[in-house]
């Protein structure tokens, strides 16, 4: 079974704050995929990253796949109380067609 | 508007029944994907379909099935009901059968009481 461990669970901010969340595997994957979710919603894909190493920015948010394809990381420069949500890492190999997605990490941003 | 409807939204039912969940597909999406989220266990896949065939299975429980018909819209069929069965349902779909981008659905509140 594949796993991706997320750290941390919980995380709590005030505005103007900078973040990190982790997403790690002993699995190597094809590629990655960082989705949030809000109450009452389904998850929202962000960004999909694909070569190890790659860094992806999406605005106030950056993205980094690990060189061994195993790990990634989300950071957040500055965090507003819209980036409230839960974080989900997903990660797709390319033999199978499923997602794996990671235990999620849960962020509250305050004014 | 993720394009993939659920229905029904919010569900309440006796422990023992069985119920039936429903998922549109975004139009052109051959894959339909069906996962679970409790608070204690993250979002788990259940099983994928791609055009009407079985893809992938996941940890989808014997008391559960699943389809998808001709016209793509796939169903969740939960039995025996237990108290653990509780959680959102969420359904996704994407092109092809490969994950380049899943869009979920909003998801089915089922509540075994």
């Known amino acids: 079974t594949q796993l991706l461990e997320q750290s941390p669970q919980f995380l709590s901010i005030q505005e103007g704050e900078n973040l990190t969340v982790y997403c790690n595997s002993s699995?190597?994957?094809?590629?990655l995929q960082w989705y949030r979710q809000e109450p009452g919603e389904g998850p929202v894909l962000l960004v999909t990253?694909?070569?190890?190493?790659e860094v992806k920015k999406l605005k106030r948010l950056t993205f980094q796949f690990g060189d061994a394809r195993k790990d990634s990381s989300l950071h957040i420069t500055a965090a507003q109380t819209g980036d409230t949500g839960l974080y989900l890492c997903a990660g797709l190999t390319g033999t199978a067609s499923k997602l794996t997605f990671g235990t999620g990490t849960r962020l509250q941003v305050t004014l | 508007d993720s394009g993939v409807t659920q229905t029904p939204k919010h569900l309440i039912t006796a422990t023992g029944q069985r119920v039936t969940l429903r998922c549109s597909p975004r139009s052109g999406d051959l894959s339909v994907y069906w996962y679970q989220q409790s608070l204690d266990q993250g979002l788990q896949f259940l099983i994928q379909?791609?055009?009407?065939?079985?893809?992938a299975k996941g940890n989808i429980l014997e008391r559960f099935s699943a389809q998808q018909f001709p016209d793509l819209h796939s169903e969740l069929n939960l039995s025996s009901l237990e108290l653990g069965d509780s959680a959102l349902y969420f359904c996704?779909?994407?092109?092809?059968?490969?994950?380049?981008?899943?869009?979920f659905g909003q998801g089915t509140r089922l509540t075994v009481v």
């Open positions: 990253v694909v070569t190890g190493g």
């Open positions: 379909y791609y055009n009407g065939e079985e893809r």
């Open positions: 996704a779909s994407s092109v092809e059968g490969r994950d380049t981008e899943a869009f």
């Open positions: 699995s190597v994957f094809s590629s």
